[in-house]
């Protein structure tokens, strides 16, 4: 119902953050998920934080959680996106936002029977220079990961499609032969479902950033009919190491596009405030399970805003464990990745409220589609 399970996590004293789909049937809860705090020491966790303030009422982040009431219209709603974009988060979680757990589920079953399929199955249709969909295993997100034989590729393979619309300029949709009877449908179905709660986000950051809430949406910025949206279904496999501590399952990279919805399979994912992959330290981003939804800016959303908004830099790692046998081996990982991208002739250009005269733009104009073919590019090895 539409004010059932109203839940928001978070510290103390959250602002709330709720906003309408269109028909008012669902709302949308932002998780002010403040996550582990930066020490000279590495992270430190809501537990040390409260001995260490001595405040035995203070909660560690992602374990209080408070009932709602639904508000629509209410500008101030907007802070609980804007409070983790100016701390340079770039990340957020979100519960209860509308999209089906079966259209989930249903997805979650087929990727997994997908990448159970041989390889000549799943690469029946590859991804190519000129289809960027499909399947493929040899991406290098983080180029200055290198050995004497070149960069490395990800430890990770992963099945994309793009939109539905021929306006959108994307090629049509292709799905392999002899995959999962389920398999197109759910991902059509996933798909669709994240489109809607993309137009819902949109109009949450518009707030936050003191616009009309349909600035993303009208204009030709993002539209239906022609935004480029990717979804991308992941698989980590299973992974066996010579020796205990950390590999690189996805490198160090930003995303290219306004915004991404991630729906994770477990831990792994991390970030770095820094900026700089080789610099300052790696935080955990907290493994949420059930409908939780992890949000992270893209570039394209750091361009607009000057900086005042961060793309943030982020990997995903697998953690040794010790087998019964011995080895020092890390659990398959799946993950459903909705990377949300502009119309292709969006101009992407710094919002006038996030420039003055002693802050200009540090950004030149750049169409949306230019950007996102540069950047995807990169990450194939093709520049």
């Known amino acids: 119902s539409r004010d059932a399970g109203l839940e928001l996590v978070a510290e103390s004293s959250p602002s709330v953050g709720q906003f309408r789909d269109a028909d008012e049937r669902s709302s949308l809860v932002l998780i002010q998920s403040r996550f582990p705090r930066l020490t000279s020491t590495g992270l430190e966790t809501g537990d040390r934080r409260q001995e260490r303030a001595g405040d035995s009422a203070r909660k560690s982040p992602l374990s209080s959680r408070t009932g709602l009431t639904p508000s629509t219209?209410?500008?101030?709603?907007?802070?609980?996106?804007?409070?983790?974009?100016?701390?340079?988060?770039?990340?957020?979680?979100?519960?209860?936002?509308?999209?089906?757990?079966?259209?989930?589920?249903?997805?979650?079953?087929?990727?997994?029977?997908?990448?159970?399929?041989?390889?000549?199955?799943?690469?029946?249709?590859?991804?190519?220079?000129?289809?960027?969909?499909?399947?493929?295993?040899?991406?290098?997100?983080?180029?200055?990961?290198?050995?004497?034989?070149?960069?490395?590729?990800?430890?990770?393979?992963?099945?994309?499609?793009?939109?539905?619309?021929?306006?959108?300029?994307?090629?049509?949709?292709?799905?392999?032969?002899?995959?999962?009877?389920?398999?197109?449908?759910?991902?059509?179905?996933?798909?669709?479902?994240?489109?809607?709660?993309?137009?819902?986000?949109?109009?949450?950051?518009?707030?936050?950033?003191?616009?009309?809430?349909?600035?993303?949406?009208?204009?030709?910025?993002?539209d239906r009919a022609r935004h480029q949206c990717a979804l991308r279904i992941l698989n980590y496999p299973h992974l066996k190491f010579d020796d205990s501590g950390i590999t690189i399952r996805a490198g160090a990279h930003t995303d290219y596009g306004a915004f991404t919805i991630l729906k994770s399979g477990g831990p792994g994912l991390q970030l770095n405030l820094s900026g700089d992959g080789a610099k300052g330290s790696w935080l955990d981003v907290p493994y949420l399970d059930d409908d939780v939804l992890i949000i992270n800016l893209g570039d394209l959303m750091q361009r607009w805003t000057n900086d005042k908004w961060r793309s943030t830099l982020h990997r995903v790692v697998a953690e040794s464990n010790e087998s019964e046998r011995g080895e020092c081996e890390s659990i398959r990982r799946q993950s459903i990745a909705f990377f949300v991208n502009m119309n292709g002739d969006a101009s992407i250009e710094t919002l006038g409220s996030c420039m003055n005269e002693s802050n200009k733009s540090r950004y030149q104009p750049i169409k949306a589609s230019d950007y996102l073919i540069k950047r995807h590019a990169q990450s194939m090895g093709q520049e």
């Open 73 to 222: 219209h209410d500008r101030a709603n907007a802070q609980a996106i804007r409070g983790p974009q100016e701390a340079h988060y770039g990340f957020f979680a979100i519960s209860n936002h509308g999209a089906c757990k079966n259209v989930t589920k249903n997805l979650w079953e087929s990727s997994k029977a997908f990448f159970d399929l041989p390889l000549e199955v799943k690469s029946s249709t590859p991804m190519t220079e000129d289809y960027p969909y499909g399947y493929e295993m040899e991406e290098r997100l983080c180029a200055r990961r290198r050995t004497h034989h070149g960069s490395v590729v990800d430890s990770k393979e992963t099945f994309s499609i793009g939109p539905l619309s021929a306006l959108s300029g994307m090629p049509f949709r292709r799905f392999p032969v002899g995959g999962p009877a389920s398999f197109e449908t759910s991902l059509n179905d996933y798909y669709e479902s994240m489109e809607k709660l993309a137009e819902v986000l949109f109009r949450g950051f518009a707030l936050a950033l003191e616009l009309d809430e349909n600035w993303f949406t009208c204009d030709g910025r993002f």
